[in-house]
């Protein structure tokens, strides 16, 4: 696929390793206006109502790295690729955890501009097969002039195919913010809505609870991780706001309300 004349659309995908139920109260605690599809077995799209891109002056990649990132450092403790794309460039990042995010880039006539490294990490944290799933991405990081970025972002979903993802019909990379919208509500997205930080907070808890991370909502652990959070977070928090990073900001301020409301959790089960 080459790539076409005239202006290319912005926009962006965030794919969540987790079912709807599970990504919801996260994505809530965003406090942006998202709809949440399912998008195949254990996996959930969040597809952006609005466009700050254009309203914030951030590149749509840093905006969505930084969904991407307070999503992953939540505790909820599933990975989230954010697919993005521009006028210029195309890419997809990957947030899992705590740990540095990933991320890989092409330019729009799909030129990779991003290091193979990466792209192997990206297969390794996402737990792909080691040799087939990554032979099959091997060839997006090589030069083909007939392969524009677009095509090479479907080339990424085909991959994911592998490991059960499977986005709604016409829900793909490339298309533009309003032509995503509209095919996502036509299919039924959920408009997520937000209910308060007390409200948000507490039905992601209601979640992770019941989840391997249970355990650390309570007793030492919790203070363990609530403190880590709270370091991770305010300096990022800080660095967003100084940067004008809404992504970033988001983030911060998602570790910081994390890492307090997991220290007096007990109190808040209480309330």
Known sequence: MNATSGPHP???????????????????LLREHLLLA??????????PEGKPWLHGGEPVEQVVTGWATALAVS????????????????GLTLAAGFRRT???????????????????????????????????????TEPDPDVDADAR?????AVLGRVGLALPTGLLPGESADRLRSVALAQ?????????WRDAVRAELDVVEGSPLGPYLRGPRARVLGGAQLAAGMPLLIWGLGRR???????????????????????????
């Open 10 to 28: 912005v926009g962006a995908l965030l794919l969540c390793r987790a079912d709807p139920p599970t990504v919801r109260p996260p994505a809530q």
């Open 38 to 47: 399912p998008a195949g077995d254990d996996w959930s799209v969040l597809v």
């Open 75 to 90: 505790a909820a403790g599933w990975p989230v690729v954010a697919f993005w794309w521009d006028r210029d460039r195309a």
């Open 102 to 140: 990933v991320g890989y880039t092409w330019l729009a006539d799909g030129t990779p501009v991003g290091e193979d490294e990466a792209m192997r990490t990206f297969a390794a944290r996402l737990a792909l097969d080691p040799v087939l799933d990554v032979q099959a991405l091997e060839p997006l």
């Open 153 to 157: 972002l479907l080339g990424v979903v």
């Open 188 to 196: 039924g997205a959920e408009q997520l809505e937000w209910s308060g």
């Open 245 to 271: 990073s809404g992504g970033w900001a988001t983030a911060g301020a998602l570790l910081v309300a994390h890492g307090a409301l997991g220290l007096a959790y007990d109190r808040l089960r209480e309330g």
